[in-house]
């Protein structure tokens, strides 16, 4: 199917286990991005991918770790889950410079 | 930190009514969107408003922009229950299409 996609959707994990979330898109978008969202907040971005092996740091990047080795691909790795890093996590593409962004679903994920 | 603050926080009309949201930021931006998210949902792009530009219309969507108050508001006319959802105004600052979201409003539309 077309579109962007998140997996797994639900996730409860250990604290200090690592976990990956995966995103997937089909359109080719050259940009991606992993926002978190927390209760009362509005998103907040974690790390951001102009292309293909071309990552950067949003506002809070720390306790995560991205990669990009293909355009449609954007796994966010939480290398040693912390309680603080419940949260809601949405990754988004987008075409062009100065457009809007596609969201996917969302994973809701759970650090015990 | 959040470059938009949304206003109010929560809002509660009747259908058919009229809800207005408003949005402040604090940098010069390249353009400002508007996000609709259902509750557990994802994010969906609503409408979005260039730098250059004054107003703009979507159907029963009308956002406007003034940069010299660094302030954009949302308004949805002659809404309906399936309106309920938080909005949120996301501000791209340039390079690289990274937005900074604002808190949103929760808007609830009474049958």
């Known amino acids: 199917d077309a579109g962007i996609t998140q997996s797994p959707r639900y996730k409860i994990t250990e604290t200090g286990r690592q976990v990956t979330l995966m995103c997937h898109q089909t359109w080719s978008h050259s940009y991606m991005f992993w926002y978190r969202q927390d209760l009362g907040h509005g998103l907040r971005l974690i790390y951001y991918?102009?292309?293909?092996?071309?990552?950067d740091k949003g506002e809070v990047p720390d306790g995560y770790v991205v990669s990009r080795s293909k355009t449609e691909n954007f796994p966010l790795t939480l290398e040693s889950a912390t309680r603080s890093q419940t949260s809601v996590y949405f990754c988004a593409s987008s075409g062009t410079v100065g457009f809007e962004q596609y969201f996917g679903p969302g994973t809701r994920l759970t650090v015990t | 930190s959040q470059q938009g603050e949304e206003d109010p926080q929560a809002l509660s009309i009747q259908e058919g009514e009229n809800a207005t949201m408003n949005c402040s930021y604090k940098t010069s931006i390249n353009n400002l969107q508007w996000y609709r998210q259902n509750s557990g949902r994802g994010l969906v792009h609503l409408i979005l408003i260039r730098s250059n530009e004054r107003e703009k219309h979507s159907g029963r969507l009308r956002v406007t922009l003034d940069t010299s108050k660094k302030s954009s508001s949302l308004l949805i006319t002659a809404s309906r229950a399936a309106d309920t959802a938080s909005y949120f105004c996301?501000?791209?600052?340039?390079?690289?299409?990274?937005?900074?979201f604002g808190a949103g409003t929760r808007l609830a539309v009474h049958p």
């Open positions: 996301a501000t791209d600052a340039g390079g690289y299409n990274k937005l900074i």
């Open positions: 991918s102009a292309a293909a092996d071309i990552t």
